[in-house]
C-alpha cells in the first residue's frame, strides 16, 4: 500500500484499472477465514456430499434411478418443457427487450416492472395465481391443471426475466447508427438483422437462455399446485427428488440431483458454442 | 449515449405496433392478468383478508416468515459486504474459483439445496448429526435449518450487486482517508459504506424479497408443521390442498404486496444510482 502512496502518480499508466488489489493484511486474512468457514459449512459441504452420496453407490445407483421409468419419464419430461420454454424465451425476450429499448410509449415503466415480478414473486404464488387463470376456475375457460402443458405454462412464467434482462442492456449498446449505414448500403432489414443486430446480441441471448433453461430444469415451487404431479403426466424432476427425500432414499434422490446438474452443465457449453459460432459468423 | 429517447424520434411503421402490441398481449395473459387475480380472489367474495388474519395458524407463519427472513438477511449481508471487500481489495489463492462458487446457489435447485442441508444436517443419517447431538442443538426441523435454507438461496444477492460498485469507485478515497489516520473502521463507515451504500440497499431488497418466497428448499428442511416449523409459503399450499382457498389467496396477497413493494423500491433506488 505504502509502494502505491509514494509512487508518483504521473508516471503509472493511465489506463491501468482503478482497482488495486493488495496482499492479505492479517485482520483481512482472518476475515477471509470465517467467510470461507461460513461458505464452506453452509453451501459447499452440503453440496458436496450429494455427489458423494450420489458417487458411494456408484453406477448401480444412477443406473437403477435412470432406469425406474416414473423417474426417467419425470426427467425427459423436465428437459423437454425447460427446452421449449427457453426456445420461447428467445424470441420473446429478445423482441421485449427491443420494444423496451427502441420503442416509446406511455406505461413503458409499468411494463419493467411486470417484467421484474416472476423474479419477485415467491414460487408458491406464481403457481396460484397462474391456476387461477388457467385452471379448472379459470375465467377464459383454459384449464391447463394436471397436464403436461401446465409445467410449460408455469417454467414460462418463472423464467420469464432472463433473457429479457440480459439482452436490455446491450441492445441500448448498440448504436443505432451501424444499422442505419447497412440499410443505406442496400441491405434489406432481414440482412441487417442477421448480420449486424444478432452477431451483437447473441451472446447475451445465450447466457440468458442458459439461465432460464438451469431455472426450467430446477423448477420446483411453482408446480406444485399447478401441475398436479402425476407420474408420467405431469410430474417434473424436482418433484421426483421430493419424492425419494420423503421415502427416505437419499442415494436416488442425490443422483437425480447430479444428473440435472450434468444437464444444465451440457446446456451452458451447447449455448456458449452457439452463441461463439453466431457472434462470429452471423 | 442515451441519446434515442430525445433528439431524433423513433421512426415508427406498422411493425412497431405489432411488437409492441404482441409484447403488451403476452405480458398480459401470461404475468398481468394472473398476478391481479390474486387481488380479485382475496377480495372479491368477502374479505377473506380480515378473517384469514384471525387464523393463529396464519399468524404464526407470517411471523416465522419474517423472523427467517430478518436473521438470512442480516447474516448474507455481513458476509456479503465482507466478501465483497476481500474480492476486491485484496489478492489471494484461489480468488478466481471463490468469486465462481460464490454464484453457485442461484444455480442450484432449491429442492437439491433443501436435500444437502438434509445430507448434511439431518437429525440421524446427518454428516454433521453426532457433533450437532454433542452440543444438543436441532437444525433440521427446527428454526435454524430454515434460516439456513434461505440464507443459502440469497446468498449471492449482496455479493452482486456491491462487486462492481467496489471495483467502480476503486481506493483513492479510502487510502487518502488512510494516510490521514483513519483506522480500518472508521475508512468503512466514513468513505466505504456510504459509496456502496445503494447498492447494499438493493442487495438487501432483492434478498429479502427472495428470502420471504423460498419454498422448496424450507418445504425439505422444515418438516412443515402447522404452527411450529411452517412459513407463510408452505402455509398458501397447506390452505390451498385443505379447500381453505381464501386463506391461500389472502395470504398470496399478502405476500405478492411485499414483492411488489420490494420491485417499486428498487425501481425508485436504481435511477439514483446510476446517476450518483
Not at chain 1, 122 to 141: C, K, M, N, R, W
Not at chain 1, 205 to 212: E, F, M, N, V
Not at chain 2, 65 to 70: D, G, L
Amino acid at each position: 500500500m505504502t509502494d502505491l502512496l509514494t509512487s508518483p502518480s504521473g508516471t503509472t499508466r493511465r489506463r491501468r484499472p482503478r482497482r488495486s488489489a493488495s496482499t492479505l493484511t492479517r485482520p483481512a486474512a482472518i476475515g477471509l477465514g470465517v467467510g470461507v468457514t461460513w461458505f464452506s459449512i453452509l453451501v459447499l459441504i452440503p453440496l458436496a456430499l450429494i455427489s458423494f452420496q450420489a458417487a458411494g453407490g456408484g453406477w448401480g445407483v444412477f443406473v437403477e434411478t435412470l432406469g425406474n421409468p416414473q423417474t426417467a419419464s419425470a426427467i425427459g419430461l423436465t428437459v423437454r418443457q425447460a427446452l421449449l420454454v427457453t426456445l420461447v424465451n428467445v424470441v420473446m425476450g429478445t423482441l421485449i427487450a427491443w420494444v423496451l429499448v427502441r420503442d416509446q410509449f406511455w406505461g413503458k415503466r409499468a411494463l419493467e416492472t411486470i417484467i421484474d415480478i416472476p423474479f419477485a414473486l415467491p414460487t408458491i404464488v406464481a403457481g396460484l395465481v397462474l391456476l387461477s387463470l388457467y385452471g379448472p376456475e379459470s375465467p377464459l375457460g383454459v384449464d391447463v391443471s394436471n397436464t403436461s402443458h401446465s409445467v410449460f405454462l408455469a417454467l414460462l412464467f418463472v423464467t420469464l426475466p432472463f433473457v429479457v434482462r440480459a439482452v436490455q442492456p446491450v441492445l441500448m449498446e448498440l448504436e443505432p447508427e451501424v444499422e442505419e449505414a447497412a440499410a443505406s448500403l442496400g441491405a434489406s432489414t432481414f440482412t441487417t438483422w442477421r448480420r449486424i443486430i444478432l452477431p451483437s446480441l447473441a451472446p447475451s441471448i445465450a447466457s440468458g437462455a442458459t439461465l432460464s433453461f438451469a431455472r426450467g430444469i430446477s423448477e420446483y415451487g411453482s408446480l406444485v399446485l399447478l401441475s398436479g404431479n402425476l407420474p408420467f403426466e405431469s410430474e417434473v424432476a424436482s418433484v421426483r427428488i421430493f419424492t425419494y427425500v420423503e421415502n427416505d432414499n437419499p442415494a436416488a434422490a442425490s443422483a437425480v440431483a447430479v444428473i440435472l446438474l450434468a444437464v444444465a452443465l451440457a446446456a451452458i457449453v451447447t449455448l456458449n458454442l452457439i452463441s461463439r459460432r453466431v457472434a462470429r459468423h452471423g | 449515449m442515451a441519446s434515442h429517447a430525445t433528439g431524433r424520434g423513433p421512426r415508427r411503421t406498422a411493425a412497431t405496433y405489432v411488437r409492441r402490441g404482441l409484447v403488451l398481449v403476452y405480458l398480459f395473459f401470461l404475468v398481468a392478468w394472473p398476478v391481479s387475480l390474486v387481488v380479485t380472489r382475496t377480495f372479491g367474495d368477502g374479505n377473506h383478508l380480515a378473517s384469514t388474519l384471525q387464523d393463529p395458524a396464519v399468524v404464526f407463519a407470517l411471523q416465522m416468515t419474517v423472523v427467517v427472513a430478518f436473521w438470512a438477511v442480516v447474516i448474507n449481508t455481513v458476509f456479503g459486504v465482507g466478501m465483497s471487500l476481500l474480492i476486491v481489495r485484496y489478492d489471494f489463492a484461489g480468488k478466481g474459483l471463490l468469486n465462481t462458487l460464490l454464484d453457485l446457489p442461484l444455480s442450484v435447485s432449491p429442492v437439491v439445496i433443501g436435500l444437502a442441508l438434509l445430507l448434511a444436517y439431518g437429525p440421524r443419517d446427518g454428516y454433521f448429526a453426532p457433533v450437532l447431538d454433542a452440543i444438543n442443538l436441532q437444525v433440521v426441523f427446527s428454526v435454524p435449518g430454515i434460516i439456513m435454507a434461505t440464507a443459502f438461496v440469497s446468498l449471492p444477492l449482496v455479493i452482486r450487486e456491491v462487486v462492481p460498485v467496489l471495483q467502480e469507485i476503486g481506493t483513492e478515497q479510502e487510502q487518502a482517508a488512510r494516510s490521514l489516520g483513519a483506522g480500518g473502521w472508521q475508512t468503512f463507515r466514513r468513505i466505504t459504506l456510504p459509496s456502496i451504500r445503494w447498492a447494499l440497499v438493493y442487495g438487501v431488497v432483492l434478498s429479502l424479497a427472495r428470502s420471504l418466497g423460498e419454498f422448496g428448499a424450507v418445504k425439505i428442511v422444515s418438516g412443515n408443521i402447522s404452527q411450529q416449523t411452517q412459513t407463510a409459503t408452505l402455509l398458501v399450499e397447506e390452505k390451498y390442498l385443505e379447500f381453505e382457498r381464501g386463506a391461500a389467496y389472502a395470504t398470496s396477497f399478502l405476500l405478492t404486496l411485499i414483492a411488489v413493494a420490494a420491485l417499486v423500491v428498487v425501481t425508485v433506488l436504481r435511477p439514483k444510482e446510476e446517476k450518483a
